[in-house]
């Protein structure tokens, strides 16, 4: 990668230390992946649960579907408000990478914001027309939704390659798709639609096992707990393999880097690797899950606390991508502590407004018109 590719920083430098901003990337990363991993794995389970049930609203299966719903009519709310932070933070970080990736596919990254919203209107056009609504059928727009979401997962994972690959620029000026060609594309999509599918599904279950153990409708919350934990099986199953795959497709340099930069770097990745295997481990012990409703919770909370520790690795395998074209680039800090310290005020307000909101809906959700 020729140097004087890469626009040149921001004359105004950096309001904070670097560290600061890779530790709030990291962190509001992980929180928008849970609601991320919710509305799309939970589309995408929600769609299979439709088919799979013929549209019949009696139907364990469609009863799913409709839960799943009414769980993504929050989950994209919130996906969408948590995903601002990170989104400023890797523009600060990042901003002579990711600007230009988003411009060198800009079309595809416009049409991100007509999949959101195509997306989020299906989702609802399900919700008051199909299955959750009382009625059969809307198996079209229960699809249709998941399509959507799966199509922003692809623009994501394509913006994500290109921009921690300066060195592609020019192939994908050439041909905007070029990118689809890079042996870990496939992998990378793969990995994140599984772990959300794994992810709801365990969500469901646990909600499910809670709600049948109190004694409300009790073999209907069984039949969906014994689904949704079948496909987290099978789906944390394909994600191991695939996670393999893709560290061993990852280039030759920064698979190195994996190695060679000590505990700050394999510790993370090696303590994903237990975690994921064990969580695989919990899920093969339970046949019923009404039976092991402490395992299921553990199991829930072993699956969250993956996904916080393969958001570290995860930057840390962007920054390994970027070393080489961005070693030399010195920013400016000159701290802003005072927009710190509000960010800080208001990101905590926001994170104990968004805990009271699921707690209430979890004690007491709506129904009707007023569930939109």
């Given at each position: 990668m020729t140097p004087n590719l890469l626009p040149a920083l921001d004359p105004a430098g950096l309001p904070g230390p670097l560290w600061l901003f890779h530790v709030l990337l990291v962190l509001t990363f992980?929180?928008?992946?849970?609601?991320?991993?919710?509305?799309?794995?939970?589309?995408?389970?929600?769609?299979?649960?439709?088919?799979?049930?013929g549209g019949r609203r009696e139907d364990p299966r469609a009863i799913l579907a409709a839960r799943l719903t009414r769980i993504n009519g929050y989950a994209v709310s919130l996906a969408i408000t948590?995903?601002?932070?990170?989104?400023?933070?890797?523009q600060v970080l990042y901003q002579q990478t990711f600007y230009t990736a988003t411009i060198l596919i800009g079309w595809a990254?416009?049409?991100?914001?007509?999949?959101?919203?195509?997306?989020?209107?299906?989702?609802?056009?399900?919700k008051f027309r199909g299955v959750p609504a009382g009625r059969s059928g809307g198996g079209l727009w229960v699809w249709l939704s998941a399509a959507a979401?799966?199509?922003?997962?692809?623009?994501?994972?394509?913006?994500?390659?290109?921009?921690?690959?300066?060195?592609?620029?020019?192939?994908?000026?050439?041909?905007?798709?070029?990118?689809?060609?890079?042996?870990?594309?496939?992998?990378?999509?793969?990995?994140?639609?599984l772990a959300a599918v794994a992810f709801s599904a365990l969500v469901v279950a646990w909600w499910a096992v809670r709600e049948g153990t109190a004694g409300?409708?009790?073999?209907?919350?069984?039949?969906?707990?014994?689904?949704?934990?079948?496909?987290?099986?099978?789906?944390?199953?394909?994600?191991?393999?695939?996670?393999?795959?893709?560290?061993?497709?990852?280039?030759?340099?920064?698979?190195?880097?994996?190695?060679r930069h000590g505990a700050s770097m394999l510790a993370p990745l090696t303590l994903a690797?237990?975690?994921?295997?064990?969580?695989?481990?919990?899920?093969?012990?339970?046949?019923?899950?009404?039976?092991?409703?402490?395992?299921?919770?553990?199991?829930?909370?072993?699956?969250?606390?993956?996904?916080?520790?393969?958001?570290?690795?995860?930057?840390?395998?962007?920054?390994?991508?970027?070393?080489?074209?961005l070693s030399s680039a010195v920013a400016v800090i000159r701290p802003q502590w005072g927009n710190f310290v509000l960010f800080a005020v208001l990101l905590l307000g926001g994170l104990v407004t968004?805990?009271?909101?699921?707690?209430?809906?979890?004690?007491?959700?709506?129904?009707g018109s007023e569930s939109a």
């Open positions: 992980f929180l928008h992946v849970l609601f991320l991993n919710l509305a799309v794995g939970g589309g995408l389970l929600a769609a299979v649960g439709h088919a799979l049930s948590t995903g601002i932070a990170p989104l400023l933070f890797v990254w416009f049409g991100f914001l007509l999949l959101l919203l195509g997306g989020y209107y299906a989702l609802y056009l399900y979401f799966v199509g922003i997962a692809m623009v994501q994972v394509a913006v994500q390659l290109l921009h921690a690959q300066p060195e592609r620029w020019s192939e994908a000026a050439a041909g905007r798709w070029s990118v689809l060609a890079d042996p870990t594309y496939v992998p990378r999509l793969l990995h994140f639609l409300r409708d009790a073999s209907t919350n069984r039949a969906i707990a014994t689904f949704a934990w079948r496909w987290a099986l099978v789906a944390t199953a394909l994600q191991l393999v695939d996670g393999v795959l893709l560290l061993l497709l990852l280039p030759r340099p920064v698979l190195l880097g994996l190695m690797v237990v975690l994921a295997v064990g969580v695989l481990m919990m899920l093969t012990r339970v046949r019923d899950p009404f039976s092991s409703r402490g395992l299921v919770t553990g199991t829930l909370a072993a699956a969250t606390l993956t996904v916080a520790v393969m958001s570290v690795t995860r930057h840390q395998v962007r920054t390994l991508y970027l070393e080489p074209s968004v805990a009271v909101m699921v707690r209430r809906v979890l004690a007491s959700p709506a129904a």
